[in-house]
């Protein structure tokens, strides 16, 4: 582990588009304790490119939240919103090499479940405004999670990936390879809802010939019922006081046993045990996990 100094990079990459919650707050910790676990490096990135949806002040208060929960990171946190120059290239790229088509089928073009049919690939069907997809082949791609074990997609049911959208906002798929081999991230941890989107990366990867990291999907909080987690659990209260109750809880929930008394330890101290303790395998294969009551 000291052969290389930075041999495990790690990455936290909220979008601020609402409070951290729970989820969020697992994914902040799953993928903070893994990388010091591993004596690597911790960065932030803000995924702030859909502007739609950006809440304006959120960036500042998820990074304070970080803080509160002594989630320190390595190096400046990296904005998206200001990298639009590198998502143009890898673009570029893809047409280049003929990867890409616009499509100008609407959501009301489409059948709201299933993959993307493919309807534009000769060319768009109607006039005016277009997204970019990327062209996606048939055949299968299999991966090993680090939590989850072998993964294997059947790529035709994935559909061609909306890169550039109509808007001409660089989608999340694209953005998030060209960080990824940017910032030089050796292993993505994440929450498991993106478990899906990954053979779209690591197909987007090889297209433009970037390394591929290691993933980890961390399982996603659920309601009891296993409902996407309620609204009115979505924002964390920010009081040092909870930050440990928290913590405990999210540790819980990833499996990690810590011992009651942890709880009235600061933030620091919760991490410090956690990193030391840290068993990614107290997970394996488990996609949900329940929220508290
Ligand atoms: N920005 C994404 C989200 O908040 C996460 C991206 C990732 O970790 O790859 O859901």
Redesign the pocket.
Known sequence: MTARPHAYVGRF???PTGSLHLG?LLAAVGSFVDARHHGGRWLVRM?DLDTTRVIPGCADEMLRTLETFALHWDGAVEYQSTRTQHYRQALEELRARNLTFECSCTRQDRSPRGAYPGTCRAGPRHAGPTATRFLVEGGRIDFEDRIQGACSFELGQLGDVVVRRRDGVFA?QLA?VVDDALQGVTQ?V?GAD?LDNTPWQLTLQRALRLPAPGYAHLPLVVEARGDKLAKSRRSLALQPAAAGLLLHQVLTLLGQNPPDKLKLELPQSILTWATEHWRPQAMAGVREVPAPS
Do not use: I, M
């Open positions: 990459a909220p979008s969020s995924e999340y998030v993505v994440r993106l």
